[in-house]
């Protein structure tokens, strides 16, 4: 039987668990773990009681970016299918951005690539001591460019000049101190903390905190204007379309070094 690639479930408090589902290629996304992610949240906005999300991944890692073969076969389709993958995994870290409920990221493992967007889209992270993080698009030849406003409200524009350019690993301590995540715990106390926030964010006023949360995002990178999301899925998906972008996901099918210096750019 096929796997559910994202699940969703609603307790009687109104508070949602969204879970990603692929443990068996550590949660990477592809159109169908991106489709089952938004159709979670348009079930989830037809709710009239919810109040929390929590987001978290099944297996040793919380989420481990793209699935990169699926993205090796996108980028040979034309700009057409390039484009309109690029806009259901912008669409769908921009919902999760403004969510009008509390949202709390749990994550164990690895968090990589647009699994640090996804988190950076989120209003409290928890991570355990495990976690390792990397922004590792430019290593194959591909950008951020959809999560990046995220980010740059997460940990400032000065680290993505770092994080993002280097892909350069680092963990929780170093998310911590950078923004990315709030708290850090053991990985056996990873879900209790996580029911700790939950049960702080049910004692406040659900349109209050909804209110204080729309005026954050107004005030904040992530909340652009359509015009510059369209330019952002435009970006994303015309990198993944070139000769270096070609090459560095040869590089990872391959398992050898990108050979960047013979390359030309279009």
Not at 47 to 54: D, G, M, Q, T, W
Request: glycine letters at 8%; charged letters at 25%; a neutral charge.
């Amino acid at each position: 039987m096929p796997e559910t690639p994202v699940l969703h479930a609603i307790d009687a408090r109104g508070v949602a668990t969204v879970t990603l589902n692929r443990p068996d290629v550590n949660n990477a996304y592809n159109g169908a773990l991106i489709d089952g992610l938004l159709a979670a949240m348009d079930a989830l906005e037809k709710e009239k009681h919810l109040r929390v999300v929590v987001l978290k991944g099944n297996g040793r890692h919380f989420q481990a970016g793209a699935d990169l073969k699926w993205i090796r076969g996108v980028a040979r389709e034309p700009m057409a299918a390039n484009d309109a993958a690029s806009r259901a995994t912008a669409r769908a870290v921009d919902r999760l951005n403004r969510l009008p409920v509390p949202t709390v990221a749990l994550v164990q493992g690895g968090c990589f690539g647009g699994g640090t967007g996804v988190i950076a889209a989120c209003d409290i992270v928890i991570a355990a001591e495990d976690a390792l993080f990397s922004i590792t698009e430019v290593r194959w030849g591909l950008t951020a460019a959809i999560i990046i406003p995220q980010l740059v409200d997460a940990i400032s524009e000065r680290q993505v000049r770092r994080y993002a350019l280097t892909g350069e690993r680092f963990g929780a301590a170093e998310a911590r101190r950078i923004g990315l995540v709030h708290d850090v715990v053991p990985l056996a106390e990873l879900a209790a903390a996580g029911e700790t926030t939950v049960a702080r964010l049910l004692e406040n006023a659900p349109h209050a905190m909804a209110e204080t949360k729309a005026l954050t995002l107004a005030c904040a990178e992530g909340g652009f204007a359509p015009d510059t999301f369209d330019a952002l899925v435009v970006s994303h998906a015309k990198k993944r379309m070139t000769p270096e972008a070609a090459e560095g996901l040869a590089s990872f099918v391959e398992k050898r070094p990108a050979r960047w210096t013979a390359l030309g750019e279009t």
